[in-house]
């Protein structure tokens, strides 16, 4: 059984910083592509971030350039570390994996339960 456990979330100021972190276990780590997605209220789930088994990656427009994604595939985790983060930045992050093995992007098989993030302005 896969588990993704994601923490880091909370509440910062707008052009603050925040790391989450998502702890996996279940299966063998680094073949796999890893994700994060967000879900704003009223909105629809949405890529932030992926990173393949082989460590390439690929970000949404909107965080670019602000957002980088890395694994530790010793740790069998994967990062988020979010930086000049804005009030629509605010959403709750899933940590999500595939269930192929060494794709180039994602398609989520399997979730974390969540993590808030609040930007405030």
């Known amino acids: 059984q896969v588990l993704l456990v994601e923490s880091g979330g909370g509440l910062v100021q707008a052009g603050g910083s925040l790391r989450l972190s998502c702890a996996a276990s279940?299966?063998?780590?680094?073949?796999?592509?890893m994700g994060w997605f967000r879900q704003a209220p009223g909105k629809q789930r949405e890529l932030v971030a992926f990173?393949?088994?082989?460590?390439?990656?690929n970000y949404a427009d909107s965080v670019k350039g602000r957002f980088t994604i890395s694994r530790d595939n010793a740790k069998n985790t994967v990062y988020l570390q979010m930086n000049s983060l804005k009030p629509e930045d605010t959403a709750v992050y899933y940590c999500?994996?595939?269930?192929?093995?060494?794709?180039?992007?994602?398609?989520?098989?399997?979730w974390g339960q969540g993590t808030q993030v609040t930007v405030s302005s």
């Open positions: 999500a994996t595939d269930s192929r093995r060494y794709t180039a992007n994602i398609t989520p098989a399997y």
């Open positions: 279940g299966r063998t780590f680094n073949i796999y592509t």
């Open positions: 990173i393949t088994s082989g460590g390439n990656t």
